[in-house]
């Protein structure tokens, strides 16, 4: 089936609406309309090709939420006109270690929701910022949230999961200090998600002019980074400190505020490395620098539901098609409150 859908022909053109075919529902297929799709940072470095291996025609878009419109013959988990969403996975090997663990982000076979191979034409996955979408069933998520809130679900699909995951793997919960640094779109699900489960929750921003921010999004406490006393006064007290900056900055200066047997995840993904952290501050306090990279789909749901059941969604602004450049243009200022998300109608 052909379907509207807005994309790049190379990595130095602007988007422009495109065609593109989906194929028909298969044995264990899902087909969704969909409604609404999310603008991740990541989809700006592919669609560019700042990442290399970028194939195109390029579509992007991996924060899906939309409505079942049929179903495959053996499909048991949906059904249509049921809510759903997909996030930046729609296949994997399904038999490996990760995969059986339901840690299919980390299988080597991970199919990503675009510029992944697949089968169907035109050789890669094509993504979100179209009319509808083919998926097997095993890549799609319940959404239990209003129908009111769709909008601002679909960013929960990458930036949602991507701050949940690690926030669980190393155990934020009450009795924890938790920082988040960068109050972006995945910062400030990390400022909520954080908060949610109970943690001391502090954010760190470069810009003064974002604490008031913060502290409305959950946080405990607002450090300003630049600021060395601000910074020196939380030494050695975090358990965790989720990175959320895609741009290379100095490692070091968050380093020095983790306990002992403290971690520093980073998960925003800058186009060129981080300078190297000092090595003593490391082994003399037994810290760890870790990595965490979305989550597998049973983690994907229960994020989902989590998020359900405390009334979390991103903080959006909702824009047509034809506003996607400009949308670009504006997220590599910082312009946006948190998350742009696509009006998927307006392709039509």
């Not at 296949?91 to 990503?112: I, K, P, T």
Request: net charge negative.
């Amino acid at each position: 089936m052909q379907v509207n859908a807005y994309g790049a022909h190379a990595g130095d053109k602007p988007l422009e609406p495109l065609r593109i075919t989906r194929r028909a529902p298969g044995p264990h297929d899902v087909q969704i309309d969909i409604a609404f799709c999310g603008i991740c940072h990541s989809d700006l470095h592919q669609v560019r090709g700042e990442w290399q291996g970028t194939q195109f025609p390029c579509v992007p878009g991996h924060e899906i939420v939309g409505r079942v419109t049929a179903v495959g013959a053996h499909v048991s988990s949906h059904a249509v006109g049921d809510l759903v969403g997909v996030g930046c996975i729609v296949d994997s090997c399904q038999h490996c270690a990760e995969c059986d663990d339901g840690l299919e982000n980390y299988c080597d076979g991970m199919v990503g929701t675009y510029n992944g191979p697949t089968a169907d034409a035109p050789g890669w996955t094509q993504g979100g910022y179209s009319e509808q979408i083919v998926v097997h069933e095993r890549y799609v998520l319940r959404i239990r949230h209003p129908e009111g809130d769709l909008a601002a679900v679909a960013p929960l699909l990458c930036a949602g999961i991507t701050t949940y995951s690690p926030l669980r793997h190393w155990h934020a919960g009450p009795g924890k200090k938790v920082g988040i640094v960068g109050i972006g779109g995945l910062g400030h699900m990390g400022i909520k998600l954080a908060h949610a489960m109970g943690a001391h929750v502090v954010a760190f921003t470069t810009s003064e002019s974002k604490r008031a921010d913060a502290l409305a999004l959950g946080a405990d406490e607002v450090v300003v980074s630049r600021n060395a006393g601000e910074m020196a006064a939380h030494a050695q007290s975090f358990d965790l400190i989720l990175n959320t900056v895609a741009a290379p900055h100095d490692l070091d200066a968050f380093l020095v505020l983790l306990k002992r047997d403290g971690a520093l995840t980073l998960v925003g993904a800058p186009a060129s490395p981080h300078p190297s952290p000092n090595v003593f501050n490391l082994i003399m306090r037994r810290r760890t620098v870790a990595g965490s990279m979305i989550g597998g789909i049973p983690e994907t749901q229960e994020m989902l539901d989590f998020c359900a059941e405390h009334g979390i969604v991103s903080d959006i602004e909702l824009i047509r098609a034809d506003e996607i450049n400009a949308a670009y243009e504006r997220m590599l200022k910082g312009d946006v409150k948190y998350r742009f998300v696509i009006d998927n109608a307006t392709l039509k």
